[in-house]
């Protein structure tokens, strides 16, 4: 059979072959991964739909290849080798459609147990195959119910709690293949004398062209602002218990989202996009706020969509899960889309401040450093603050230096004083 | 060679609900069976025996309705008749279930499956041998008798359950070796029909998974019955036979107080089932087993093999068949891509030994070993108007709360009825119902079930028909 590149993910059109698992000749069962195939920014291994002999492999790694168009034939198991073509047909939609996983995969035995719904809670046997299906771990969930009773609204709440964070497939094809880190080996430095070269490939070489085609397009400017965050500090470490109670790692980059929101609203020109062919600049009702995250592999955005509609627990939760799909490589590419405005935390790291990169198509990004306790001037008296550097890069083309520094006075004048949040 | 989407192997109560299942979601199904539709539940298990269980009942009870001022004769047994009836209600279901398969377009094949690599069977029967091909093979062989080599089937009068559920002639000296579920129900039914039976079991307890205070109320009706119950004894041997006794046969058993020989005419050797795993193939192919023979799985059914599943008695305890139905039908679930997990709280069970006993969620053992905190309540059945109105007032019913969530837990009744009482107590468990749900949920007066919320209600000391002073 003719195997081709099956529909894996809304809005994408073509995808750039990574790595060949399979040889010609060589022999695949079901399910086997068979191809690593790289889209927008995420890494997806392709599975064999059915058992058998590779025949012949067309696309060559590095090669970025349409959907619908023949990837590999396949000889499929007691049947006869049909005649090779030399020319396969161009566009069609896919026929193979890979089998649902649930069915498939090699759970090595017991695994599955994990799964167990502890005896001591409470939910109905409905309540929890509605767990089941959209994934949420009932154990995990606070029942709202007479004792704790875990009710379907409760799931449907703590499913909604992490959907932004994985949302379910729109394509029956996206469930059958699971987003794999594209590996770049890690490498002691070289012998000395010696040369080594390490193919552009996967999540590097996306990145190499999303930060060149930054730069060369957006006219970056930054704007450092310096903020007292001691009252965020203060707020942050009398919710610790409720945080820990809740079973959520709570920590400063929800706050600084709840400040970004009022401020976004009121300087629209940062949360929109410049499309360069079309010459418009385009205003976006949504706030879907990029998180830039450090992975083996590389650095990933994943995005919090409807960011504003979230309260502090929703945003510290999708945070962590997103930071660790990220950093399994697990993100599904619809993890990754939608962004309307980045942040990226250096500070996490160390550094004074960063003068960070847009992401593209967005015009702005926030760069979040260090909270350090620094000698402050109060009033006429020097005093002890917990003090940290916000560095904002944005694209010169649509917003103003003047307009940053409004921008930045606002963010300021939240985080300064959290309660101010409340009437924004 | 012949293709389908899924094939079962086995059409016992895990099989063919999982075929039809398989086949009611646009799968093309194959089944294979080597012996007969319906597997050991409708042929020679769970429905004969209740069969025999209620007309040796109905039997016993005829002897007992002057008490309610009915004069008959003595009753007269045909125990050819009896068997011929049996063999009536089996036929009826099994042929219902080779009907319900062939309605769902389930292929039906007779013969041996054996296994030539994961994703194809050879399957020999009658007509001849065949290639069967699928994505997905599910195992659903059940299980088997094991006897002891002291005491080796002979089908004469060293019987297994098979055998002793279809004797001809009533057995004037019965001997039970293994007090488990089903030598007590085969031995019961033989004490109530006339014949004096005798249990060995190498146990201190009869039916070793039930709480103790439940067996001592069966306990009692056997020792009215005048059965005999030898508890820490375990069997050694046959002897030969004593001219001048009438018996045949002759077994040495090692009591608490030193050797006996005890007399029979028959011995039903009931000391536990072991899955039939063997002879299919798996080896070959890499299933995993355990030490004890059964078919390792997760909990959707999957084995160490991708594509092949196994359900019911074949991959383990508790070897009853309402589990391998609910195992077929979620492999099927599984199998069709849903999120299908065996993530029920409880498996019920019912004994049935007059009084019935059942039970389902945690007995106090569990409980404990769980370090839950849990209420008791325990409401005879002498203080409910149905069950002295039908002269069956024996036994009671037992609930199990959770001191901390106020739910049920654990339900454990003995007395008449319990296999059909235990049904509500098991939904209650599933649901999470509190002990509010259940006192205000009304239940129909003069019934059974109106033992469950009055046993709740006993858990804080508030029961209307019982008396319990507060502490």
């Known amino acids: ?15 750039e072959i990574i790595k060949w698992l399979v040889k010609t000749g060589e022999k695949v069962a079901a399910d086997q991964p068979m191809v690593e195939v790289m889209t927008d920014k995420a890494t997806v291994e392709i599975p064999s739909p059915i058992s058998g002999t590779i025949q012949t492999v067309y696309a060559k790694e590095g090669e970025t290849i349409e959907v619908g168009k023949v990837l590999v034939v396949i000889q499929e198991e007691g049947k006869a080798a049909p005649a090779p073509k030399p020319e396969p047909k161009k566009a069609e939609a896919p026929t193979a459609k890979p089998t649902a996983p649930s069915s498939r995969e090699v759970t090595p035995v017991a695994t599955a147990e994990s799964k167990a719904v502890p005896f001591g809670v409470l ?23 007479l004792h704790g009773r875990v009710t379907k ?97 709570l920590s400063y980059l929800p706050f600084i989202i ?133 560095s904002l890069s944005v694209d010169h083309r649509v917003v103003d230096g003047a307009d940053a520094a409004r921008f930045m006075n606002r963010m300021v004048f939240f985080l300064s004083e959290p309660t101010r949040l409340v009437f924004a | 060679m012949k293709t389908f989407d899924a094939i079962v192997i086995g059409a016992g109560p895990g099989g063919y609900p999982c075929a039809i299942r398989l086949a009611q979601e646009g799968k093309k199904v194959a089944i294979v069976e080597k012996d007969k539709w319906g597997g050991v539940c409708l042929n020679v298990g769970c429905i004969p025996s209740k069969a025999l269980i209620h007309a040796s009942s109905q039997f016993h009870k005829t002897q007992h309705l002057s008490e309610m001022g009915i004069q008959v004769g003595a009753p007269k047994l045909d125990m050819e008749k009896m068997q011929s009836w049996k063999g009536g209600v089996v036929k009826q279901l099994t042929q219902g279930v080779s009907g319900l398969l062939k309605m769902n377009g389930v292929t039906a094949f007779s013969g041996n499956a054996v296994f030539k690599d994961a994703h194809t069977l050879e399957v020999s029967g009658a007509q001849g041998k065949e290639t069967l091909s699928a994505k997905d093979i599910v195992i659903a062989t059940g299980s088997r008798v094991v006897g002891i080599p002291i005491l080796k089937f002979n089908g004469k009068n060293i019987l297994d359950s098979t055998q002793a559920l279809d004797l001809k002639k009533l057995p004037k000296q019965f001997l039970v070796v293994g007090g488990g579920f089903i030598g007590l129900e085969i031995g019961m039914a033989y004490a109530k029909l006339g014949s004096k039976v005798t249990v060995v079991e190498a146990l201190d307890q009869l039916l070793a998974s039930v709480e103790k205070e439940l067996v001592q109320v069966v306990e009692k009706k056997m020792r009215e019955l005048g059965m005999t119950v030898l508890t820490s004894t375990k069997a050694l041997g046959l002897k030969e036979k004593d001219p001048a006794k009438e018996s045949v046969l002759h077994l040495e058993v090692e009591t608490k107080d030193g050797k006996k020989t005890l ?77 299908a997990y065996r993530d029920y709280k409880t498996v019920p069970w019912a004994v049935f030994v007059d009084p019935e006993i059942a039970t389902a969620g945690l007995t106090e053992k569990e409980a ?46 003995v007395g008449p009825e319990a296999s059909n009482l235990v049904a509500e107590a098991t939904l209650a468990i599933e649901m999470g119902a509190s002990v509010e749900d259940l006192v205000r949920t009304i239940h129909t007066h003069p019934t059974l079930p109106e033992a469950f919320p009055e046993a709740v209600e006993l858990t804080f000391s508030k029961a209307i028909h019982v008396f319990k002073p507060k502490r």
């Open chain 1, 258 to 390: 709840k400040a970004l929101i009022p401020c976004l609203q009121e300087f629209p020109y940062l949360n929109s996009s410049l499309n360069d062919e079309k010459e418009e600049i385009v205003l976006k009702g949504d706030y879907n706020i990029g998180i830039a995250t450090d992975t083996p592999n590389g650095l990933i955005v994943p995005v919090i969509k409807g960011a504003d509609q979230k309260n502090i627990w929703q945003l510290a939760t999708e945070i962590s899960v997103l930071a660790e799909k990220a950093r399994m490589g697990k993100v599904a590419v619809d993890d990754l889309k939608g962004g309307t405005f980045t942040i990226t935390n250096a500070g996490s790291i160390g550094g004074v401040f960063a003068t960070p990169v847009i992401n593209h198509p967005e015009v702005a990004i926030l760069g979040v450093n260090a909270i350090r306790k620094r000698p402050v001037v109060k009033g006429d008296q020097i005093a002890i603050a917990d003090m940290m550097f916000l």
């Open chain 2, 368 to 413: 404990k070993e769980k370090g839950i905190a849990y209420k008791v309540g325990k409401f005879p059945f002498a203080a409910n108007g149905r069950a002295l109105s039908t002269n069956e007032a024996h036994g009671f019913f037992k609930v199990l709360i959770d001191e901390k969530t106020e739910s049920v837990i654990g339900v454990h009744i």
């Open chain 1, 153 to 249: 609204e409760d799931v449907q709440m703590a499913y909604e709690g992490q959907s932004a964070a994985a949302p379910r497939p729109s394509h029956t094809a996206v469930s059958s293949t699971s987003v794999v880190p594209h590996t770049i080996p890690t490498v002691a430095a070289p012998q000395r004398g010696a040369l080594q070269t390490i193919p552009l490939r996967g999540v590097r070489k996306k990145i190499a062209e999303a930060m060149q085609h930054s730069k060369r397009t957006a006219a970056h400017f930054t704007y450092v602002e310096e903020v007292d965050m001691s009252a965020v500090v203060q707020l942050r470490a009398s919710v610790l218990e409720e945080a820990k109670r809740r079973n959520v790692k």
């Open chain 1, 1 to 15: 059979m003719d195997f081709k590149l099956p529909d894996i993910g809304e809005g994408i059109h073509e995808g």
């Open chain 1, 123 to 145: 939910a109905t046997p409905a309540t929890r195959k509605l767990a089941r299906d959209l994934d949420v771990e009932l154990g995990a969930v606070k029942g709202t119910g």
């Open chain 2, 263 to 339: 007399e029979a005419d028959a011995i039903l050797v009931s000391v536990g089932r072991k899955p039939n795993s063997d002879g299919l193939g798996l080896e070959k192919i890499g299933v995993k087993l355990d030490s004890k023979g059964n078919i390792q799985t997760d909990n959707q059914g999957k084995t160490s093999v991708a594509g092949i599943w196994a359900i019911g008695d074949v991959n383990g305890a508790p070897q009853l068949a309402h589990r391998a139905t609910q195992d077929g039908l979620l492999a099927a679930a599984a199998i069709c891509g849903e999120k």
